[in-house]
């Protein structure tokens, strides 16, 4: 079985340049997450979803992030304009939600270097 | 408020040697579950162990072992005769029963030297 898919792995860009990160959860998977990992910290939720739904995206800087998930399934991470403190991991992970928690299964994160 | 703490940034053990990474959380959910990943330097965050606050019974697993301790809101990871592969940042992270949400720790990078 196929794992979660992110791309890319890395991307250089200048700071006001517009970055988009794409991800593909594990097939049957209904929640998605964003995370931002800073270098030395654990990830931070950046949004949820349920199906299509963004169930928790208090954390999105909303003035420059935006993220979908259409059908369901594949969801798009973008920043524009990208600053210099976006440097950082971008992880998406998946689950399959019941009710009770299950385990994150997560991609291998995409890095984004801000110059 | 949830919270999870990993006061051990960094450690080394010399290849072989027993190691015990601290996982402290806080909650105010009586039903919650606690979660080890490992993240080794490729970067994807690997899943190791899942417990439910009701389960209070330590878990062994080859040489990997996890020590839940309700009284003192731990859950400890200790690795048995340690291998350079262990090498990678472990985080613990908890989840409440309230909510499909997880919150992580900062994180202790292992480092082995053979």
Redesign the interface.
């Known amino acids: 079985e196929a794992g979660v898919v992110q791309s890319p792995r890395y991307k250089i860009i200048e700071k006001k340049q517009p970055v988009a990160f794409w991800c593909n959860p594990i097939s049957g998977h209904n929640t998605l997450y964003w995370y931002l990992q800073n270098l030395g910290q654990g990830p931070e939720l950046l949004i949820r979803y349920e199906n299509e739904e963004a169930v928790d995206d208090s954390q999105l800087p909303k003035d420059r992030f935006s993220a979908e998930r259409l059908k369901g399934v594949d969801s798009t991470l973008k920043i524009q304009p990208a600053e210099l403190g976006d440097s950082a991991v971008y992880l998406c992970a998946s689950s399959f939600w019941t009710g009770n928690t299950g385990e994150l299964f997560f991609g291998e994160g995409s890095r984004l270097t801000v110059l | 408020a949830q919270k999870?703490t990993q006061a051990q940034?960094e450690i080394s053990v010399v290849e072989k040697e027993d190691v015990t990474l601290d996982c402290v959380y806080e909650t105010r959910d009586t039903t919650y579950?606690l979660?080890w990943?490992k993240q080794p330097p490729?970067?994807?965050?690997?899943?190791l162990i899942?417990r439910n606050s009701f389960d209070e019974q330590n878990e062994i697993s080859g040489r990997y072992s996890w020590n839940f301790q309700k009284s003192t809101s731990s859950f400890n990871f200790t690795i048995t005769a340690s291998q350079v592969v262990d090498s990678a940042v472990y985080?613990c992270?908890l989840?409440p029963?309230t909510?499909?949400?997880?919150y992580?720790?900062?994180?202790t990078s292992l480092t082995v030297i053979p």
């Open positions: 999870v940034t579950y979660f990943y490729s970067g994807e965050l690997v899943f899942r985080f992270a989840s029963n909510g499909n949400q997880f992580f720790g900062t994180g």
